[in-house]
C-alpha cells in the first residue's frame, strides 16, 4: 500500500447509495495543482491525470500507454476484448467488429427499426401527460435497440437488461457481476453455435462469419464482444441520451432552437458528451518509466485518464461549466482519442439522433415537471439518476 495515496472515491465522496454529484470543482483544483496525482486504484498504485492534453497524450500512444491494465478490471466480466488489446491484435479484432457497427451495416433498415422501439416506448406514457424520462426511456432504449440487433426473444429482453446492468455492478459487488457475466455467457453461447450453420441477417451471424486475413473470431471472443454491447447499451448510450434531454431541459431556449431544427441534435449531443462524459475514467498502464506533466509514472502502474476532467479542461474549452450547442471547438474525447476511439461512435450517435428526434415528434411543450428535484451523478460513469417530465397531450 502506498503511502499518502487516496482513492479516487474518497476524493469526491460517495458511494452507491449517496453517488458523487459535482466532482468538477475538485477537477479544476486538480488541472491546476495536481494535474498528475498519485492516487489509489482497487489497492494499487495510480496515477489521476486531469488535464486534456496529458489525457489525450495517454490514449494516442499506446504503445507507451496500454491497455492491458483492463484484463485486471472491466475484462473480469467481458471477457477479452479490444479494450484491453493493444497493436497488432488490436487492429485485427477492429478491423473485424467495426464494418458491423456502420449504420449501414446492422439488421435490415435499422433507423426505422430503432425508430419503432422508441415509439412503443413512448406509447406507454404518451397519454399521461408526464414520464420519468431516465427510466421509461433512455434507461431502456438502447438495450432494447441492442437485444433487436441480436434477434433476442420479446419475452427474453427484461433478462437481458438485468444482466447488463449487472456486469456493471462488478466493482462494487464482484460477485453480482461475475454470475451476470456467466449467465449472459451461457445464453449467447448456443446462439453463437446455430448462426455457424443458419446464417441470418442479425449481428451476432455477421461477427461470427467475418474473416481478417482469413481468420475468424473464435466463440468466445464473439461471446465476449456481444457482452461489451451490452455494457455499452446498458451504461454509456443510456446516459448520453439521458444527459442530453437533462441539458436541454435545463436550458429552455436552446431545447427550442433543436426542436425548431433537427440538424442541431448532433451539436446537442456533441456538448452533451462533453459537458456531462458518459464514461468519465479509462485505465492505461505505463509500459516503461516515463514522465507526464513532469511527473515521473513508473512502468507497471496505471494512468488513469479523467475523461470528464479533460472534456472540462477551460485550456481547451472556454467556460467549461457552461453547456453551450453553439461552441465552436467540439474535439471532446468522450469516445476516447487515437486508435482506440470508441468503435460503436456511430451508432452511439444514430440512436441519440432517433430517440431525441422521436421524443420532441410525439412530447409537445416537452419541459420539466415543476417542483421535482433530478441532476447528473456518478463516478466512473455519470448521468441523470430521474428526470420527471410533463408535456402537452391532445
Sequence with gaps: MSEGRATYVE?????????????????????????????????????????????RAVLRDDELFSNRCNARGISIVMGRTIV??????????????????????????????AEGIAHELIDAFAARGRADLVAEFAFTFPLQVFTRLIDVPT??????????????????????????????????????????????????????HSEIDGERMSDEEVISFLRLLVLAGAETTYHLIGTTLFALL?????????????TRIRDALDEGLR????????????????????????????????????????????????????????????????????AGSRLAYLEGEIALNTLFDRLPGLRLQPDEKCGVVGVAFRGPDRLPVVFDTP
Design 275 to 342: 459537458w456531462e462524459s458518459p464514461v468519465q475514467l479509462v485505465m492505461r498502464e505505463a509500459t516503461r518509466d516515463t514522465q507526464l506533466a513532469g511527473v515521473d509514472i513508473p512502468a507497471g502502474e496505471e494512468a488513469i485518464v479523467c475523461v470528464g476532467s479533460a472534456n472540462r479542461d477551460e485550456r481547451e474549452f472556454p467556460d467549461p461549466d457552461r453547456f453551450d450547442i453553439d461552441r465552436e471547438n467540439k474535439e471532446h474525447i468522450a469516445f476516447g482519442f487515437g486508435k482506440h476511439y470508441c
Design 155 to 208: 419475452e427474453d429482453h427484461e433478462t437481458v437488461h438485468n444482466w447488463g446492468i449487472d456486469l456493471v455492478h462488478v466493482a462494487s459487488d464482484p460477485e453480482r457481476g461475475l454470475r451476470a457475466a456467466a449467465a449472459l455467457a451461457d445464453y449467447l453461447r448456443p446462439m453463437v453455435e446455430k448462426r455457424k450453420t443458419e446464417r441470418g441477417d442479425d449481428l451476432v451471424s455477421q461477427l461470427v
Design 84 to 113: 484491453e488489446m493493444d497493436g497488432a491484435e488490436h487492429l485485427k479484432h477492429r478491423n473485424i467488429v467495426t464494418p458491423h457497427l456502420a449504420p449501414r451495416a446492422l439488421k435490415g433498415d435499422f433507423p426505422k427499426v
Design 11 to 55: 476524493l469526491f465522496g460517495g458511494n452507491e447509495t449517496s453517488p458523487v454529484e459535482n466532482p468538477y470543482p475538485v477537477f479544476r483544483r486538480l488541472r491546476e495543482e495536481s494535474p498528475v496525482l498519485p492516487v489509489l486504484a482497487m489497492g494499487h498504485p495510480a496515477w489521476l491525470v486531469t488535464r486534456f492534453e496529458d489525457v
Design 250 to 262: 435545463n436550458h429552455p431556449e436552446q431545447l427550442e432552437r433543436v426542436r425548431a431544427d433537427r
